[in-house]
T-cell receptor, first 114, second 117 residues
Framework: AQTVTQSQPEMSVQEAETVTLSCTYD???????LFWYKQPPSRQMILVIR??????QNATENRFSVNFQKAAKSFSLKISDSQLGDAAMYFC???????????FGKGTLLTVNP | DTEVTQTPKHLVMGMTNKKSLKCEQH?????MYWYKQKAKKPPELMFV???????INESVPSRFSPECPNSSLLNLHLHALQPEDSALYLC????????????????FGPGTRLTVT
């Protein structure tokens, strides 16, 4: 069974600084998708970034980028120039094969200090 | 437009009440999902609809009854709930259920905060 592990229950960062959130996963599939979702206190879950495992190039969306290490089964999220609006719970998620399910990690609560 | 809407935002109901949650998307997505989320926990999948047909029921109690009247609408009918059913109920949609390598990205609504008294 696939598992997703986020080892940092909480993280904090100063405004304008850079922070990296960790995620590791376990799978026997060779091709799959990985996602980072953000859920602010207002509660709507927002897709931040997506990575296809068959792509070697790391995905980037504005200030958000990933470091995808397929062999190590690691998928970390880097947030550059952190803003107060980045404060949220961040969930790493996996989907592979013909599986209809998203497997979520337990989440990392990010605090941004002014 | 990547918007999924949900109504109501908040719902308080007694254990003998019958109520419904509504979800709507106009992105042409063919898969829709219901999730239950407890505070500071990841969402737990409840149901999956694919092309307006129920394809997955994650062993959810019968007091939760989903309905998909058309490709844009998803309802969740609630009856005889228990206090432990109090949670945030999230709806999501995606272009399809699963592609070659896994499920497509899912777009979530803002949720309905349900309190059962």
């Amino acid at each position: 069974a696939q598992t997703v592990t986020q080892s940092q229950p909480e993280m904090s960062v100063q405004e304008a600084e850079t922070v990296t959130l960790s995620c590791t996963y376990d799978t026997s599939e060779s091709d799959y998708y990985l996602f980072w979702y953000k859920q602010p206190p207002s509660r709507q879950m927002i897709l931040v970034i997506r990575q296809e495992a068959y792509k070697q190039q790391n995905a980037t969306e504005n200030r958000f980028s990933v470091n995808f290490q397929k062999a190590a089964k690691s998928f970390s999220l880097k947030i550059s120039d952190s803003q107060l609006g980045d404060a949220a719970m961040y969930f790493c998620a996996y989907s592979g094969g013909s599986n209809y399910k998203l497997t979520f990690g337990k989440g990392t609560l990010l605090t941004v200090n002014p | 437009d990547t918007e999924v809407t949900q109504t109501p935002k908040h719902l308080v109901m007694g254990m003998t009440n019958k109520k419904s949650l509504k979800c709507e998307q106009h992105m042409g997505h063919r898969a829709m999902y219901w999730y239950k989320q407890k505070a500071k926990k990841p969402p737990e999948l409840m149901f999956v609809y694919s092309y307006e047909k129920l394809s997955i029921n994650e062993s959810v109690p019968s007091r939760f009854s989903p309905e998909c009247p058309n490709s844009s609408l998803l309802n969740l009918h609630l009856h005889a709930l228990q206090p432990e059913d109090s949670a945030l109920y999230l709806c999501a949609s995606s272009p399809g259920v699963a592609g070659t390598y896994g499920t497509y990205e899912q777009y979530f609504g803002p949720g309905t905060r349900l309190t059962v008294t």
